[in-house]
C-alpha cells in the first residue's frame, strides 16, 4: 500500500514539476513576446516618425514631386503637384498623365518616361508646362528608380517654375542684342568721324608744308 502512495505521489509530483517547468516556460515566452512587442511597436514608431519627417519635407519644397512606376502609373505625388491638377495627394494614386493632360501632352510625358527608363540616367530639361491655363516653363528633372539589385522599379520627377527667370533671361538677350547693335553702329559712326578728321589732318598738313615752301620761295634774292 505505500509503495502504491508513494508511486501516486510522484507521479502528482512529477505533474506538478511539468506544470511548473510549462508554466515558467510561458511566462518566458510572454516575456519575450512582451519585448517583441515593444521592440516592434518602437520600430514602428521610428517609421512613423521618419515617414513624417520626410512628409513633412517633400511637402514643405517649393518644387512639385511625383512618382510614377516602370508602366508610368502614378504612385505618389506631394501637395504642390496635386494643387496643380486640383486633386489630393492620394488620389493620383493609379491614375496616369491621361487622366490629367491632354492625348498629344499625355504622350509625350510617358514617351519621356520610357526614354529615360531606357537610358537608366537622369535627365534635365526645360520644358513647357501648362498650369490653369497660363503657359509656363519649368526645369524638370527625371530620373530612374531601382531596387537593391538594380532593376528599374520607376521614374521619379521634381519640376519648378522657370518662367520668370527665363523671361528674364530673353530680356538681357534682347537688351544684349540692342547694345551690341548700337555699338556697332556708334563704332562704325566713330570710324567715319576719325578717317574725317585724319582727312583733315592730312589736308592741313599739306597747306602748311605748301605755304612754308610758298614762304621760302618768296625770300630775298
Known sequence: MREQ????FEEKFMMIENFLNELVDMRRQIAELKASEANYQKTIADLQDRAYRYKTIVENIPQRIFLKDKNSVYIFCNENYARDLKIRPDEIVGKTDHDFFPREIAEK????????????RAEEIDENYRLSGMELIVHMIRTPLRDE????????????DI???????????????????????SLGELETIVGQLQHKISLYKR???????SKEGCGPS
Open 149 to 160: 539589385k538594380g532593376d528599374i522599379l520607376g521614374i521619379l520627377g521634381l519640376f519648378w
Open 207 to 213: 597747306i602748311e608744308k605748301e605755304f612754308q615752301q
Open 163 to 185: 518662367t520668370k527667370q527665363k523671361r528674364h533671361e530673353e530680356e538681357w538677350k534682347k537688351y544684349r542684342g540692342r547694345l551690341e547693335e548700337f555699338l556697332n553702329k
Open 109 to 120: 510625358y510617358i514617351s519621356e518616361d520610357r526614354r529615360i527608363m531606357g537610358k537608366s
Open 5 to 8: 502512495e508513494q508511486d501516486r
